[in-house]
C-alpha cells in the first residue's frame, strides 16, 4: 500500500500541488464549493496513479487543489463507497494520500437520512459520534507504522475544537445546525421500516453510507476531522415515503447553500 500512496503523491507533487493544509471530501450533491474556490489543479480521477474511479452518476470524480482566502486547499469532488464494489483500503487511499501532501485538517460532508424527529430535511447536522454498521474497517490487514498505530483510539473521533468552531459561526450566521450521531450502512438499498426502528433505537440520528472508513483512517493518520450532514430525507418508518432519489438531490441542493457558507467561513477560521 505504501508504494501505491508514494507514489501518488509524487505524481501530484510533480504536477504542482505543495502543501495544502486542509483537505475536503464531498458528498452526494454537494459538489458547488468549487464555484467558490480559486482553482490552482484539477485532476480527474482517472489521470491519478492508484485512484479509484467514482461510478456514482452524481459524483465529479475530480481531485482540485485550490485557494480559499490564504489557505490552500485539497478538494474531492466525489468520494468513493463500498457499495461501489471497493475495498475499504481502497475507499480511504485518498485521505492517506492527503497526509501525505501535507494537509493537518479534514473536513467531510455527506447526505444523510434522519431518524430522529427533530432533524427535518434541509438541515444541518454536525457529526458528534458515529456507528460503524459497515462490513468492515480500513485497517484490517497489515499496518504500516509510519501511517499510525495499530489501534488508534476512537474516543474522540471528531474535533472538539473545529466542531465548537462551527457552531459558532452558524449562530453568527443564523444557520440551522444540529448535533447527532451518524450510523453507516452498506447500501445501496435504502432502509427497510424495521432497519429505521432498529438504527434509532441503538442511537443514531441519521443514517448514510459513507464518512465513517474515512475517519477512521484520519484519526490513525493523526488528521483532526469534522463532518457535516446533509439532512436529505426523513425516515419515520410509521410515515415513509417512498424513496426518490431526484427529491433527495433536490434538498441537497438547497441546503448546500448553507453548507457551503459554513465550509467557508470554517476553513478561512481553521
Do not use: W
Amino acid at each position: 500500500m505504501m508504494e501505491g500512496i508514494n507514489e501518488t503523491v509524487n505524481f501530484l507533487q510533480s504536477r504542482g500541488i505543495f502543501k495544502p493544509t486542509i483537505g475536503i471530501v464531498l458528498g452526494t450533491g454537494l459538489g458547488n464549493l468549487i464555484k467558490e474556490i480559486e482553482i490552482i489543479k484539477e485532476f480527474d480521477y482517472e489521470e491519478i496513479p492508484n485512484f479509484p474511479l467514482s461510478t456514482v452518476e452524481f459524483h465529479k470524480g475530480k481531485l482540485i487543489y485550490a485557494r480559499l482566502g490564504a489557505k490552500e486547499i485539497i478538494v474531492m469532488q466525489g468520494r468513493f463507497h463500498y457499495y461501489e464494489g471497493y475495498s475499504f483500503q481502497q475507499l480511504t487511499f485518498p485521505i492517506r494520500v492527503m497526509k501525505l501532501l501535507g494537509v493537518k485538517s479534514l473536513l467531510l460532508s455527506n447526505a444523510c437520512g434522519s431518524m430522529n424527529p427533530d432533524f427535518k430535511k434541509g438541515s444541518l447536522m454536525v457529526i458528534d459520534d458515529h456507528i460503524n454498521l459497515l462490513p468492515g474497517n480500513p485497517l484490517i490487514g497489515k499496518n504500516y507504522d509510519e501511517m499510525g498505530p495499530r489501534f488508534p483510539d476512537m474516543s474522540m473521533p471528531y474535533s472538539t475544537e473545529i466542531n465548537q468552531l462551527l457552531f459558532k459561526i452558524a449562530g453568527e450566521n443564523d444557520i440551522e445546525l444540529h448535533k447527532g450521531v451518524y450510523v453507516a450502512v452498506s447500501g445501496p438499498n435504502l432502509e427497510t421500516r424495521a432497519e429505521y426502528r432498529f438504527l434509532r433505537m441503538i442511537g443514531a440520528d441519521v443514517v448514510g453510507m459513507s464518512t465513517i472508513p474515512e475517519v477512521i483512517v484520519a484519526n490513525q493518520i493523526g488528521l483532526r476531522c469534522s463532518a457535516v450532514s446533509v439532512i436529505t430525507d426523513e425516515c419515520d418508518p410509521d410515515n415513509l415515503d417512498v424513496a426518490d432519489i431526484n427529491s433527495i438531490l433536490s434538498v441537497a441542493a438547497k441546503a448546500e447553500i448553507k453548507l457551503i457558507k459554513l465550509m467557508k467561513l470554517i476553513i478561512d477560521q481553521l
